[in-house]
């Protein structure tokens, strides 16, 4: 994968520049090379850097387009060299075919355990198969690798009893998901803001470390979205998350709004939950639960809050708080807002995380390398068959998983041409 390397955004905002240099009276310190390893503990704030392709790899100020797994990996001049390998778009796989699916397929390939030799995928209505001359890749993320190995057989032995689904390999696939969970709070403040299209109004992150933190390492993530109005993190349009509409809305490039939100993020959850299919048909809608409890006492007791309501206090005093900062650029709170009435602040916090509260989208889980799978990523129980994506992530790092993803995926990768 080659792209180019992290640059910070090109707008440094007067506010955040203001922000810096009150952070150390309340114990963030400024770091300015935030993928230092010398330097990831504690808490510790950075300019928001991106990784973009530049058009001219030379060019700092060269156009530059986001990158991802598709042109990273698999840019058009490697696709069209590949001679050994094909796409098939608009289509999706349903079923594994086993050996034991063939005509005389228990006596061909000689092995103990159920093989998986192919794939049977639909494509406009129609079914297609196609062979694998050593094994079967699964890369379809939580949701899809999940679904798609139950359905097949390979899952908790009860689950796939109760559907009428024969049992291939009794795993606990579809188990300890987990998700980072988000709350937002945001402030008014006393100037506009102006909204750049090289920093998406996101242009600076907190790592923070509370007192609930497992070891050195910070427990909860904030973006830092200068200029916009973070009322919620859960979708409100299919497919769009306002935490990131801001990368995807045109007509807020170049005009000045009067406010500043913080993503506050759990990145070290405890909750673990499941997925499981709810029926024998391929494709109807699977039940997830994120392990998150629905009862609002156990909620305000549980450790999960406890990391957010630190979050809140930390951030109200700095944004709120008498300094140089806030006297000069904060006008109120508006989320999650002072109390009212009889209500103490910590009650309407509590009742404010658990209204907005949602996941980021930061699954990790449900074929555990480990224990689902070997360390290589095998999917046990079956030959033949290798899982490689965000499923196989056993604990939810903490931060954004897409580099531990990227970098188990590498290594799978590498152990799979190692095999004869």
Request: charged residues 20%.
């Amino acid at each position: 994968m080659t792209i180019s390397p992290p640059v910070q955004n090109d707008t440094a905002l007067e506010i955040t520049e203001a922000l810096k240099k009150v952070l150390p009276q309340y114990g963030i310190r400024v770091e300015p090379d935030v993928f230092n390893p010398n330097t990831q503990g504690g808490s510790r704030f950075t300019d928001q850097h991106s990784f973009r392709n530049r058009k001219d790899p030379n060019n700092e100020n060269s156009t530059r387009t986001r990158e991802s797994t598709w042109s990273g990996y698999l840019p058009a001049s490697l696709r069209a060299s590949r001679k050994n390998l094909s796409f098939r778009t608009d289509s999706k796989a349903v079923e594994l075919i086993y050996q034991t699916d063939l005509p005389g397929g228990q006596f061909l390939f000689g092995s103990q355990k159920p093989k998986v030799v192919g794939v049977v995928y639909i494509k406009e209505n129609s079914r297609y198969t196609v062979f694998a001359r050593k094994q079967v890749i699964l890369s379809a993320g939580i949701f899809g690798s999940v679904e798609f190995l139950q359905y097949n057989g390979i899952g908790p032995s009860d689950l796939l009893n109760s559907l009428g689904i024969p049992v291939v390999s009794d795993l606990p696939i579809g188990r300890s998901i987990q998700s980072h969970q988000a709350s937002p709070m945001s402030f008014v403040t006393k100037k506009q803001i102006k909204f750049d299209a090289d920093n998406c109004g996101q242009n600076a992150e907190f790592m923070l470390k509370t007192p609930f933190a497992q070891g050195d390492s910070n427990d909860i993530q904030v973006e830092v979205l200068s200029s916009v109005l973070l009322d919620s993190t859960d979708p409100y349009v299919d497919g769009i998350n306002p935490g990131y509409i801001t990368y995807t809305d045109p007509a807020l490039v170049g005009k000045a709004y009067p406010f500043i939100s913080l993503m506050i993020t759990n990145v070290e959850p405890t909750d673990r939950g499941m997925i499981n299919i709810t029926s024998k048909t391929y494709g109807r809608p699977v039940a997830i639960d994120l392990g998150w409890t629905k009862d609002f006492t156990a909620f305000v007791g549980g450790t999960e809050f406890f990391k957010l309501l630190h979050a809140y206090k930390t951030f109200r005093s700095i944004f709120t708080g008498d300094n140089d900062f806030a006297n000069e650029w904060i006008e109120k709170e508006v989320i999650p807002g002072p109390a009212t009435g009889s209500e103490t602040q910590d009650y309407h916090d509590a009742l404010t995380t658990a209204y907005r509260m949602a996941s980021i989208y930061h699954m990790t889980g449900g074929v555990a390398l480990g224990v689902a799978t070997d360390l290589k990523g095998r999917v046990k129980g079956v030959d033949g068959l290798t899982v490689c994506d965000n499923s196989l992530i056993p604990h939810a790092p903490n931060a954004n998983p897409t580099t531990t993803m990227l970098a188990l995926c590498e290594y799978v990768a590498d152990q799979i041409k190692l095999r004869k």
